[in-house]
């Protein structure tokens, strides 16, 4: 539709995201994408605009490792119905790619890429933090009950009274595939998901279960699809006593630290990932402080 | 309502324009005519077969409900709880994102050649200015036509005819679509040669397409290493078949399922050959994975640079087979190997100058 030029019409690949499509181009001599182009519906544009400079506003500002950790946007067209995106190809591979070639030295490798995206999500958060918001008493009380039904021993201890927890931007989709390691830096790829105001923790949490479910697959069914094979994961990296999960709770609770969260508001945020995997995921994947999720504890 | 009020056909057997009268076409050169049913006009000229993933009967059943409570509802009632796969392959207008890659213009005139349920056609409808969803099968067309009505969808003509009595005039469209249609051309137009159907269906393609316009060919591979492995041909059910040369099959399919093998697919260098001989040039391969009917990815496989780039950062392996295979393809040369065994192949050409 807007390859009319006929030399683009060489070399691509047409790649199908969930509502956008991506345009991997390929020019003279170069083995590598030159460019990405991201085609969206138009009726989507503003708020990418708004994103993509809000963005752009709080990286300005970064050092290591956050400088220019995400991908450059050159230009943004309007085309009729759609809405382009060109956007730079960083190059380098995704840590799922990596992950693939070193499947014996698996927790090695999980061990180093840990390390690397949680120090980029707390520089991230840290950056982007702003008001707290307050979760009642009762409400930490009902989500206790609600998870308790599947977990029979409950395995965090929350104290009975309200948690203000500081509200940070999102990722939103922050796996291991969108996440590429170039010379030893981490560069943040598909910001489609992102929210300005979401609770932390959820991101870095979301990476370690994808991380942990490409490498097992336990179950042939997709982690998100029922809580008994999400819970199989959960317990194989957090609720089990293993080398693996006292090496998680160590990142989680460095990370956690490094935000200033105490104990009890970690806590209270593993008690809301848990109760968004198990009740509301289908509704709202992606989000990081989901609709259901505010008007329940808000 | 005649909803062809401004289309001018062509008489499908002598090409002479037709008169458009209140509600039937005829045609003053050989004096046919051709009348309208349902309010859907019929240009067969023989009582073609039938080819569906259901019967008619069913198809019957199902225009009777959609006509009473809606095509989503009779879908629904239908599919949802039997086949919920095809429910959602019914309804998923994202099947038509290829599109993406035929570079036309918003006002093109595009033709969707054995359209079925239509859904390419009503995807593109809303896309592009004029848009013919064709079929051989009445109830099919039927349904669009139903489709049509409760989408609002002016731009989209529903019309009932034969591939090798195309009632359009010459050089009219810009782009001409045959998605998983052009094996099972010779199925339903029956008598000769399954290679001389598919020839003459391309060649009569031809005539209608303007000179700088496309045909969009989606269709599987006869050497797609699914092929190779075992698994079963989806159009014949029967292991092998597309690999063993023509005669071979026929016999090994009269033998196993009592007729003819006519479910002709070809390999990279036949479709080229094929295409040309049907008078198209500038012929652009791609492949659509996992498959035509629902694609994740389209990838240039003429472009080795593109299938290398896939292959390494695009596929990830689900299982010991697929990592294996895809070790393979990956490995030394072997990705300059991997377009004549890709599963599908998605091709676009364009009528010869």
């Known amino acids: 539709m807007f390859f009319t030029d006929d030399n683009k019409m060489n070399g691509y690949i047409l790649h199908k995201n969930k509502d956008r499509i991506t345009f991997f181009s390929f020019q003279e001599n170069n083995n590598e994408p030159s460019s990405l182009v991201k085609v969206y519906d138009q009726s989507r544009k503003a708020l990418l605009q708004e994103k993509l400079t809000f963005l752009?506003?709080?990286?300005?500002?970064?050092?290591?490792?956050?400088?220019?950790?995400?991908?450059?946007?050159?230009d943004l067209v309007d085309a009729g119905r759609y809405c382009l995106i060109f956007e730079e190809y960083t190059g380098g591979s995704t840590m799922a790619e990596l992950a693939q070639h070193k499947h014996l030295f698996w927790q090695k490798s999980f061990t180093a890429h840990l390390s690397l995206s949680s120090e980029w999500l707390a520089g991230f958060h840290k950056k982007t933090v702003q008001a707290s918001v307050v979760i009642p008493a009762d409400k930490i009380a009902f989500l206790f009950d609600k998870i308790s039904s599947f977990i029979p021993k409950p395995f965090v201890s929350v104290a009975h009274n309200d948690v203000a927890i500081p509200l940070v931007s999102c990722h939103g989709d922050f796996r291991p595939a969108n996440i590429v390691l170039k010379k030893g830096k981490v560069v943040v790829l598909d910001w489609d998901n992102m929210r300005r105001s979401g609770l932390p923790l959820l991101d870095l949490?979301?990476?370690?279960?994808?991380?942990?479910?490409?490498?097992?697959?336990?179950?042939?069914?997709?982690?998100?699809?029922?809580?008994?094979?999400?819970?199989?994961?959960?317990?194989?990296?957090?609720?089990?006593?293993?080398?693996?999960?006292?090496?998680?709770?160590?990142?989680?609770?460095?990370?956690?630290?490094?935000?200033?969260?105490?104990?009890?508001?970690?806590?209270?945020?593993?008690?809301?990932?848990l109760y968004k995997m198990l009740y509301i995921n289908e509704k709202d994947k992606f989000a990081c402080f989901p609709e259901g999720l505010r008007e329940l504890l808000v | 309502m005649n909803i062809y009020r401004d289309f001018e056909f062509a008489c499908p057997v002598c090409k002479a324009p037709?008169?458009?009268?209140d509600f039937s076409f005829s045609c003053l050169a050989c004096n046919r005519s051709w009348g309208m049913k349902k309010g859907i006009v019929d240009f067969c000229v023989e009582k073609p077969g039938y080819w569906g993933e259901y019967s008619q009967e069913v198809m019957q059943e199902m225009i009777l409900r959609a006509q009473q409570a809606g095509w989503q509802e009779a879908l629904k009632e239908k599919f949802l709880k039997t086949d919920p796969s095809y429910y959602e392959y019914i309804l998923d207008e994202s099947r038509a994102d290829w599109h993406f890659i035929v570079p036309l213009k918003d006002d093109a005139r595009i033709l969707d050649l054995g359209c079925g349920w239509g859904t390419l056609s009503v995807a593109l409808s809303r896309i592009y200015k004029e848009v013919v969803a064709f079929d051989t099968s009445a109830s099919r067309i039927e349904f669009v036509s139903l489709r049509r009505q409760s989408e609002n969808l002016s731009n989209l003509l529903p019309v009932c005819g034969q591939i090798n009595h195309l009632p359009f005039s010459e050089a009219y469209f810009d782009l001409a679509i045959?998605?998983?249609?052009?094996?099972?051309?010779?199925?339903?137009?029956?008598?000769?040669?399954?290679?001389?159907?598919?020839?003459?269906?391309?060649k009569q393609l031809r005539r209608v397409l303007k000179k700088d316009a496309f045909l969009y060919l989606a269709i599987e591979n006869r050497w797609s290493f699914l092929n190779f492995l075992g698994y079963k041909d989806t159009h014949s059910g029967l292991r092998f078949a597309p690999l063993l040369p023509r005669r071979l099959a026929n016999m090994y399919s009269r033998r196993m399922r009592k007729r003819d093998f006519r479910e002709y697919t070809y390999t990279y260098g036949e479709h080229v050959r094929m295409l040309t001989k049907a008078g198209f040039s500038r012929i652009r391969f791609f492949s659509p994975i996992p498959s035509y009917r629902r694609f994740h990815n389209i990838v240039s496989i003429d472009d080795d640079r593109a299938v290398r780039f896939f292959l390494k950062n695009l596929v990830m392996p689900r299982n010991t087979m697929q990592a294996w295979l895809l070790a393979f393809a990956r490995a030394f040369f072997f990705y300059k190997l991997v377009k004549y065994f890709v599963p599908d192949f998605s091709i676009l050409a364009q009528p010869k100058d």
């Not at chain 1, 752009?56 to 950790?69: A, G, I, N, R, Y």
């Not at chain 1, 279960?209 to 490409?214: F, P």
């Not at chain 2, 037709?18 to 009268?21: F, H, R, V």
């Not at chain 2, 045959?178 to 391309?202: H, M, S």
Request: glycine fraction near 4%; charge should be neutral.
């Open chain 2, 18 to 21: 037709l008169q458009n009268a």
């Open chain 1, 56 to 74: 752009q506003q709080v990286m300005l500002t970064c050092e290591e490792p956050l400088k220019d950790s995400i991908p450059k946007i050159l």
């Open chain 2, 178 to 202: 045959l998605n998983g249609v052009l094996e099972w051309v010779p199925t339903v137009e029956g008598g000769i040669d399954p290679y001389q159907a598919q020839l003459g269906a391309l």
């Open chain 1, 205 to 273: 949490l979301e990476f370690i279960l994808r991380y942990v479910h490409s490498r097992f697959r336990l179950q042939k069914k997709d982690v998100y699809l029922l809580p008994e094979s999400f819970l199989a994961y959960f317990n194989l990296f957090y609720a089990r006593e293993s080398t693996l999960s006292a090496m998680v709770k160590d990142k989680i609770n460095w990370y956690a630290s490094s935000l200033g969260l105490a104990e009890r508001e970690k806590n209270v945020l593993l008690l809301i990932w």
